[in-house]
């Protein structure tokens, strides 16, 4: 059984920084790319971030510069660095499987990140 615990968020003035970290069992974490989505108040989930078992990473364009992803092969564990948040930064993260498999049906409850002033 998948179980996804993310970690970190919280209220944030822009131009901050948090960091997410999320913890992953029930899968066979090498196999797979992990990813970091956002799913802003009443909008869909959206990808911003993922990363392959050999460290590629893709970034949406709308973080790229500002976000990193990097991950824990031995701890099955993935981390998202936010720098120079912005208010459309605002939403629920969630980790999960990204890639060709795409995200696997069990989501976690999420980081809550609120970019205000």
């Known amino acids: 059984q998948v179980q996804l615990v993310e970690s970190g968020g919280g209220l944030v003035q822009p131009g901050g920084s948090l960091r997410l970290s999320c913890e992953v069992s029930?899968?066979?974490?090498?196999?797979?790319?992990m990813g970091w989505y956002r799913q802003a108040p009443g909008k869909q989930r959206n990808l911003v971030a993922s990363?392959?078992?050999?460290?590629?990473?893709r970034y949406a364009d709308s973080v790229k510069g500002r976000f990193t992803i990097s991950r824990d092969n031995g701890k099955r564990t993935v981390s998202l660095q936010m720098n120079d948040l912005k208010p459309e930064d605002t939403g629920t993260y969630f980790c999960?499987?990204?890639?060709?498999?795409?995200?696997?049906?069990?989501w976690g409850q999420g980081a809550q990140v609120t970019v205000s002033s």
């Open positions: 999960n499987r990204a890639g060709a498999w795409g995200p696997t049906d069990t």
């Open positions: 029930g899968m066979i974490f090498n196999n797979y790319d």
């Open positions: 990363m392959t078992s050999a460290g590629f990473r």
